[in-house]
């Protein structure tokens, strides 16, 4: 069991837009602002999308963006294309004990 | 091209030590902190220690509990982890990640393959 939790599965046809959850509690996700998801295609290294919430790296294109509420924190990605087809796993820094947890992963499929 | 390359892996008997080794190439590594995280198989990634660019700093997973310990050799661009008195709960894959900063920020912009450990009887 993951310490954040992401729905398993998600999916969308090409052109729309689809949001992935990442919940954890106000030890983590709620009460810092170092959220950062991650996209994974199989036999892939994960590809940093978003850190601190809100933020995308250079060469990351603007249909990922981000946003948290409460102790939950969202990906949307927009102008769904079929090479987004990929894992994606959020994670969160939980203070000084736990450090940094993780999502166990939502299965972005793109009809 | 930048890149992490873990090695150092292997099947250890539980108490058991292993050295893992991740070289960076193709950045100026001493610039990054580094960490390492591990994937337990059919279960999700667990964050397992850091260290700052300069080596001045390191932080561990709760789960360690003394047994490990991580460095650097900067002039070598290789990141290590030392691990002992190693438990059958340590087989996983272990991934020596980038962290954007020199300091500690908690997130990872560069990943490596990674390198299985594998401990049993």
């Known amino acids: 069991q993951s310490a954040l939790t992401q729905p398993p599965s998600a999916s969308g046809s090409p052109g729309q837009s689809v949001t992935i959850s990442c919940t954890g509690t106000?030890?983590?996700?709620?009460?810092?602002?170092?959220v950062s998801w991650y996209q994974h295609h199989p036999g892939r290294v994960p590809k940093l999308l978003i850190y601190?919430?809100?933020k995308r790296p250079s060469g990351v294109p603007d249909r990922f963006s981000a946003s948290k509420s409460g102790n939950t924190a969202s990906l949307t990605v927009s102008g769904l294309q079929a090479e987004d087809e990929a894992d994606y796993f959020c994670?969160?820094?939980?203070?000084?004990?736990?450090?940094?947890?993780f999502g166990g992963g939502t299965k972005l499929t793109v009809l | 091209e930048v890149q992490l390359l873990e090695s150092g892996g292997g099947w250890v008997q539980p108490g058991g030590s292993l050295r893992l080794s991740c070289e960076g190439s193709?950045?100026?590594?001493?610039?990054?902190?580094m960490t390492w995280v591990r994937q337990v198989p059919g279960k999700g990634l667990e964050w397992v220690s850091a260290?700052?660019?300069?080596?001045?700093?390191?932080y561990f997973a709760d789960f360690v509990q003394g047994r490990f310990t991580i460095s650097r050799d900067n002039s070598r661009n290789t990141l290590y982890l030392q691990m002992n008195s190693l438990r059958a709960e340590d087989t996983a894959v272990y991934h020596c990640?980038?962290?954007?900063?020199?300091?500690?920020?908690?997130?990872?912009?560069?990943w490596g393959r990674g390198t299985l450990v594998s401990v049993s009887s």
């Open positions: 990640v980038r962290d954007r900063h020199q300091e500690v920020n908690w997130y990872f912009d560069l």
């Open positions: 193709g950045f100026t590594f001493s610039y990054y902190a």
């Open positions: 260290i700052t660019g300069a080596g001045t700093r390191t």
């Open positions: 106000s030890s983590d996700v709620g009460g810092y602002y170092y």
């Open positions: 601190e919430v809100t």
């Open positions: 994670s969160s820094y939980a203070g000084d004990k736990k450090y940094v947890i």
